[in-house]
C-alpha cells in the first residue's frame, strides 16, 4: 500500500528534493519559527538526546499550527489544508567531542568548525519524527563522517562561495564539501538531512 500524501514540515530544500526521489507525495508546511534562540540546547542535554527532542518539537509544533489553522489557510496553490495527513520532521546535528555543531552565525563561525573537523571524525545523527492520528513515530540516523585534512586556502574558498551558511555543521555534503569527505558509514542521505531508509520504515507503518 502506498502512503499516504502527507505534510513536510521543514524549509530545507533537500528534504523536499529527498521526499521527490523517493516517489512520497507530499505538501511542504510552512510552520512559523517560535521566537528565541533557533533550536536551543538545554543544560547538559546530551546530542543524542537533543536531536530527537528538537525534531519531535517540530513535529508537535506543526500539529498545533495546523489544527489551528487549517480551516481558515490554504497551501500556496490554495488548496485547502488537512489536519487529517501525516506530518514529517527532521533535525540534523553534527557532533565533534561531544559537541553540537549547528548551523554556523557567519562566515567566521562557518570557517571556526570547519577547521575543528578537518582531518578528524564526526558524528551526524538525524532524528526523523512522523506525527499521524495522535501518535508520534519516530526513527534515528547515526553516520560516522570523516574529514581530510583541510588547507585554510580550501576552507576560506568553501566560506567564501556561501554554502556553509544555514547547514548543521557549516558544510553540505551534496555540495562542494562533499569534496571534503573521505568516507563514511551510514547513511549518505542521513547526512543530507533526511535518512531514506529510516524515513521510508516510518511512512510504511502509516500506509500499512
Not at 502506498?2 to 507525495?25: D, F, K, T, W
Not at 547547514?167 to 542521505?189: D, H, M, W
Request: one cysteine or more.
Amino acid at each position: 500500500m502506498n502512503p499516504p500524501c502527507i505534510y513536510l514540515a521543514s524549509a530545507s530544500p533537500r528534504r523536499h528534493e529527498i521526499l521527490l526521489q523517493m516517489g512520497v507525495a507530499h505538501d511542504v508546511l510552512r510552520v512559523p519559527a517560535p521566537p528565541g534562540e533557533d533550536e536551543p540546547r538545554l543544560p547538559n542535554e546530551p546530542p543524542h538526546i537533543y536531536v530527537l527532542r528538537t525534531a519531535r518539537e517540530k513535529a508537535l509544533r506543526a500539529v498545533q499550527w495546523l489544527t489551528a489553522v487549517s480551516a481558515t489557510a490554504a497551501l500556496a496553490d490554495g488548496e485547502p489544508l488537512d489536519n487529517n495527513r501525516p506530518i514529517l520532521s527532521a533535525d540534523t546535528t553534527v557532533i565533534l567531542d561531544d559537541d553540537i555543531l549547528g548551523k554556523p552565525l557567519n562566515a567566521g563561525d562557518a570557517h571556526s568548525m570547519l577547521r575543528r573537523l578537518s582531518g578528524r571524525r564526526h558524528e551526524v545523527r538525524t532524528a526523523v519524527v512522523l506525527a499521524h492520528a495522535g501518535a508520534l513515530h519516530e526513527a534515528v540516523s547515526v553516520t560516522e563522517v570523516h574529514f581530510k585534512t583541510l588547507t585554510e586556502a580550501e576552507i576560506q574558498a568553501y566560506c567564501v562561495s556561501g554554502e556553509p551558511m544555514g547547514k548543521a555543521g557549516a558544510y553540505g555534503i551534496q555540495g562542494k564539501a562533499g569534496l571534503f569527505v573521505e568516507r563514511i558509514s551510514g547513511s549518505y542521505t542521513g547526512v543530507m538531512g533526511l535518512p531514506v531508509y529510516e524515513t521510508g520504515m516510518l511512512l510504511g507503518a502509516v500506509a500499512a
